[in-house]
Each structure stands twice: as structure tokens, then as C-alpha cells.
């Protein structure tokens, strides 16, 4: 069963830049589709980015062109580099993954089967 620990979360000024990272375990393949997902509070999880098909991306609208999903199989570990954040960006950042029709893009949260912890992020105006 796959564990994922998030971890580069803190508290930044707009236009400021934070990189997420998200170690997983329990699972030895790249046949996983990974994303990042957020929850402001008051407001429901929404997908941030997502990786599948050994390497395709995703890339909410609100979030294309500031921020980049990838990650480095060797170390099992997916990355959220995000640029030029902004207050409405601030959330608890989620890494999901799931082995399920890992080829395909899935942006639900109920399409991902394991979660991390969280990690906040917060922007300052």
C-alpha cells in the first residue's frame, strides 16, 4: 500500500515562490498517476496538477504557467514547484496517487486512492 508524506509547505508574500515535494513508498513501479491537489477552507479539494502516463501533466487553469509537477522515480518522489503565488493560492496542498488506469487523466479526488498528510501553503498579500 503506497504512503505519501508531503513536506515544503510554509508562508510566503505574493509573487514569492515555494516548492512542494512529496516522498512516497510502499510500491516499487512508475505505473502510478500522481497529482497535487489543495483545500482552502469553506472550499472543496480541487486538482492542482496531475502526472500520468509516465510523464503526461495536467494543469488547472488557475495555476497554468506559475506552477510545474514532476518527478524523480529514482527517489520516488514527486515535486510542485510553484511561482508567482498569489493569496488565492493559499491551502492545504494534497499529494494523491493511484495505480488505477495509471495511462489515463483523472482530476477527481475520488479517482486517487492514497493520500499524504497535507502540507499548508500561505500567501500573503
Not at 508524506?5 to 513508498?25: D, N, Y
Not at 510553484?82 to 495505480?99: I, R, V
Not at 487523466?105 to 498528510?117: A, E, I, K, N, S
Amino acid at each position: 500500500q503506497a504512503q505519501l508524506v508531503e513536506s515544503g509547505g510554509g508562508s510566503v508574500q505574493a509573487g514569492g515562490s515555494l516548492r512542494l515535494s512529496c516522498g512516497a513508498s510502499g510500491y516499487t513501479n512508475n505505473n502510478y498517476r500522481m497529482g497535487w491537489f489543495r483545500q482552502a477552507p469553506g472550499k472543496e479539494r480541487e486538482v492542482v496538477a496531475t502526472i500520468y502516463n509516465r510523464g503526461m501533466t495536467y494543469y488547472a487553469d488557475s495555476v497554468k504557467g506559475r506552477f510545474t509537477i514532476s518527478q524523480d522515480n529514482a527517489k520516488n518522489t514527486l515535486f510542485l514547484g510553484m511561482n508567482s503565488l498569489k493569496p488565492e493560492d493559499t491551502a492545504m496542498y494534497y499529494c494523491a496517487a493511484s495505480g488505477r488506469a495509471w495511462w489515463l487523466l483523472f482530476v477527481r479526488p475520488d479517482d486517487y486512492d492514497y493520500w499524504g498528510q497535507g502540507t499548508q501553503v500561505t500567501v500573503s498579500s
